[in-house]
């Protein structure tokens, strides 16, 4: 069986957190096709990156870093060409990459090189008779649509915070090349990060969305206190209502026409709970609903329900986690 | 400025999937169709294009069924000048051949810019667009929220996790777009009048077969209900014990 390729991410020289779940994803896949199948991890940057020597334990038996003094930014037409260049000659029989802002950009470029299908976002990926079985949702999750790729090699993207990083020691051997070539026609010239610690609603573990139950955009604040009690680890997100009326910006929106998040937990709070809502968010494991409608739609999903004010019950809510990361 | 927008006909946002008896498709029954909403993003974006050039063209290409002649009418009401319709029997789940029918309609065609939605809110393959950039040879920025272009480049920005980035590209190009960029115009009355007239063409399509095939299509599994813990901010501490206890979240 030829091996599995995982494509990850570095930022400003450090791996990012989602690349360890690529690495997740692409060990359970190998050890899926069995044949002894092994996983190697690529990273494009311009020199050493902090946390490569971290991902043996993840299950990379080999860790490759492709150098290039373009590399240090996002490329993506000189990543798209290091990468279809490996893949090819590494004879990978799957590469895997993260669905996000950078995977989802590059992996069908990739693809496209290659001449090959991508099966994007998944959440689920298994092996039968040496075929690749993937699983992603449609319809913003809706439905799920499993598919069986012919042919090699197989391209996926992973949804985040889907494939939990699990420790499966590998020797995760250390290389390093450097590739020629140029970033390409289309620079990344700047990037503007947003204030230190905001986490994307994407990837955030915890997520505490607000919809049209604030009644102001003033008030979002008690959802950002309560997203900073969790000590860094929540993003704060948003109904379509609310960044419609242009009281959150467009990046936090959860739903259909939003991000399709996945999160450890989600507390919805004064949202409803309007299909188009729920469909990006109903494969969070655990969903807590606070809003003053016992009837209201949400409830049908939520794990926990608190009917009540939530200008009452949240700041309680925030005293309490506060005194738990106290 | 000559300007391609591909669109695409898709089940409206507020559908409730039902899964047809084959098992692997939606049951279209009493289903309403719309225009892809990231794909109006892209129409506003390239009238917008049009307009402030002073002169062009805006070229709507969908690949669909013939029902999508209806979602091209949407596009010209808007504004746009004429619409080719990719006529096909049903659609691939493969991307890569969806890109390869848009990219073979698009190539020699000279246009400036090719816009797309970002990923259409059916299938959300999120790959078209970038695919078709590549089969042509031409830079792409995806996901774009903030365009601007002046004599022949382009600058755009598009949200990364935790942050912006800023991306300089050189025209012709492929750009995605992406909620933010624009508010879509509605259509006039008098815009969805002048829409029966504009031409429309119709090209019989037959994209390959692709390398998916598709097992099931499957409602996801039902959250089970859930319980009420209480009534106000009494019912808050009761909750974190859940939490931690019984979920083991926090």
Redesign the interface.
Known sequence: MSNVLAVLEQRDGAIRKVSYEVVTGARRLADALGGGAGVDALILATGPVQGADQLGRFGADRVVTLTNVAFGRYAPEGYARAIADGVNAGGYGVVVFAASATGKDLAPRVAARLGRPLVQDITDVTAAAGAVIATRPVYAGKALLRVRVAGSPVMLSLRPNVFTPVQRPKAGAQESASVDGSAGRVIVTQIKAAPAGTLDVAEAPIVVSGGRGLKDPANFKVLEALAAAFAGRAAVGASRAVVDAGWRPHADQVGQTGKTVSPTLYVAVGISGAIQHLAGMRTSKVIVAINKDKDAPIFKVADYGIVGDLFEVVPRLTEEIRKLHG | MKIAVCIKRV?D?????K?ASDGKS?DEAGVKFILN??DEFAVEEGLRLKEKAGTGEVVVIALGPAAAQETIRTALAMGADRGVLLQTQGLH?????T?KALAAELKGAGFDVILLGKMA???????????V???LDL?????V?HLEIVGGKG?A??????????????LPAVLTT???LNEPRYPALKGIMAAKKKPLEVKPTAPGP???????????PE???????????A???E??R???EE?K??
């Open positions: 089940p946002s507020e559908t409730r999937v899964i939606l909403p990231y789940p493969d991307g890569l051949e890109a809110i059916d299938d959300y393959n999120h790959q078209v667009g970038p695919m950039a590549e089969l830079p792409c920025v995806t996901t929220t600058t920005e598009r949200e990364i996790e935790g942050g912006v980035e800023v991306v300089a590209f050189p992406d909620k933010g692709g390398a998916l095939e598709i097992l099931s299509l499957t409602l996801p959250r089970q209900a859930g319980k009420i813990v209480g009534e106000g901010p019912a808050v501490a909750l974190v859940l939490l931690r979920a979240v926090l």
